[in-house]
């Protein structure tokens, strides 16, 4: 069958310009639907519903023990089985993310989610710890099918120009989240005396939790699609040409893995998600250690921590899509992250509360906006395999990592105290910059698959005049 080849520009063939994201296909088009958007923002909602229960007994630890009679360590473990179960599930669940598309994965986790949420409700009594977890784990496990969802998400809808913010976007989503089980269970749960009364708190706090699921789940049935009948780019249409001739699931896999630069990558993601993890999870042992009664600032603090790593997850996208430098993004980026842990280790043993406040936000936003930067560099490095692959395994090195964080800070915590805990969270994001720094960030391949022409197999496809930003180009015979 004849090949159609995608021309660059109009001086080379006098036809029109098209910019590097422009490909062929469906009759030699490129197509970017104005409801990308509405998938994105579907998305974004799924994965705030989703994390803000991770930290939600963890950041009310005092009265979790208080109320169910348990240890610290077991709240903790509330947060650590979201990271537990995705070290086994991570690979079903990007080969199904990778087989079956987005549509089904992201109603499965919202599934998941709403079921969780409705479970907690049979928590609410003095001996309900147990169902408790039990819904965690269940939360726990609908993050497989959310958490690697937004690379891939921005590749198979986004042109190439809007990638990495829409990548940080999704991102933004997750981080909302986290802000959300940040304040608002420490707002509504704010008793640690009266069971009755915590009971009720309790009530309140997950009815409100397990009707907003709901609601989403019932807009992503109606409303959020897989795909566009077009891709949006060159290099995801060259993508799909890559991963439908060729590679397994498993061989893509074993060639991430014995990727040298990916490697790298892997483990520096890894120490700077395991140190967000840990400080997350014990902030409120942490705070309480300086400020006795700041369980609810406790939980301000994680808030502009999260809320100022929202930001910079979007201006760091912003400035990917913009300049295309990633590694040297990466570099600035995690140094910073290590001289805000720095900086908040010092003003939480001052007891100073605004700088406490002040440089926990300076953390967030370079060290929680690490996310988005993380995520396009994989992909970057790892194209054309699929970014739920690259995504999936970076999130995986994550989670092991943030478990390990976990376990070994508490039990320095408990041995030693908050100084020296603060001080190896540091010491985790120096180690995960000196890795950065062996990255060979100079082969961009995604970037490279977005500027060269290709030929493809011209296909008939129904053109929906739905929400198009632009007019068809018009392209060589």
């Given at each position: ?291 006795k009664d700041g369980m ?132 985790m994001l120096l180690l ?46």
């Amino acid at each position: 069958m004849e090949t159609t080849p995608l021309l660059r520009s109009k001086s080379e063939t006098g036809f029109y310009h098209t910019e590097s994201d422009d490909c062929a296909r469906g009759g030699g088009q490129c197509r970017v639907y104005r409801r990308r958007w509405l998938m994105l923002v579907l998305f974004s909602l799924c994965s705030a519903c989703n994390a803000a229960h991770w930290i939600q007994y963890s950041i009310i630890t005092n009265v979790v023990i208080q109320y169910y009679g348990v240890s610290a360590m077991a709240v903790n473990w509330t947060s650590m089985i979201f990271m537990a179960v995705y070290v086994p599930l991570v690979f079903p669940a990007s080969w199904l993310l990778e087989k079956r598309g987005l549509r089904v994965c992201v109603t499965l986790g919202t599934f998941l989610v709403v079921v969780g949420a409705w479970l907690k409700l049979l928590a609410v009594g003095r001996d309900g710890f147990p169902i408790a977890f039990a819904a965690q784990t269940v939360i726990g496990v609908a993050q497989m099918f959310t958490l690697g969802v937004p690379a891939k998400l921005a590749a198979v809808w986004f042109p190439h120009r809007q990638v990495s913010t829409a990548t940080a976007i999704g991102v933004f989503g997750n981080q909302i989240g986290i802000a959300i089980g940040f304040v608002v269970p420490p707002e509504i749960v704010n008793e640690a005396a009266n069971p009755a009364v915590i009971a009720e708190q309790l009530t309140m706090l997950y009815l409100g939790m397990a009707i907003a699921p709901t609601i989403v789940f019932l807009l992503i049935i109606v409303y959020f699609e897989g795909e566009p009948p077009i891709p949006p780019s060159l290099a995801q249409a060259t993508a799909i040409q890559a991963n439908t001739a060729s590679k397994s699931y498993s061989q893509s896999v074993k060639e991430l893995l014995t990727n040298k630069n990916f490697v790298l990558l892997l483990a520096s993601f890894g120490l700077n998600i395991g140190a967000f993890y840990a400080y997350s999870t014990l902030l409120n042992q942490l705070f309480l250690e300086h400020f006795k009664d700041g369980m609810e600032d406790a939980g301000q603090v994680g808030l502009t921590l999260v809320l100022a790593g929202v930001v910079g997850s979007v201006v760091w996208g912003v400035v990917l899509d913009k300049t295309h430098k990633y590694k040297e993004t990466t570099l600035g980026v995690y140094l910073m992250s290590g001289l805000g842990m720095l900086a908040f280790t010092f003003m939480l043993r001052a007891e100073r509360l605004i700088p406490v406040y002040v440089t926990s936000g300076f953390l967030g936003f370079f060290m929680n906006g690490y996310l988005t930067v993380g995520y396009e560099f994989g992909a970057e490095l790892t194209y054309p395999h699929s970014e739920s692959t690259s995504s999936g395994l970076l999130n995986a090195a994550g989670e092991v990592c943030g478990v390990t964080s976990v376990l070994v800070a508490g039990a320095v915590f408990q041995n030693y105290g908050d100084f020296a805990t603060d001080l190896g969270l540091s010491a985790m994001l120096l180690l995960g910059l000196l890795l950065s720094i062996f990255i060979d960030g100079s082969h961009l391949r995604r970037q490279e698959a977005s500027r060269r022409p290709v030929y493809v197999t011209p296909v008939i496809a129904n053109m929906s005049s739905d929400s198009i930003d632009s007019k068809p180009r018009k392209y060589s015979k």
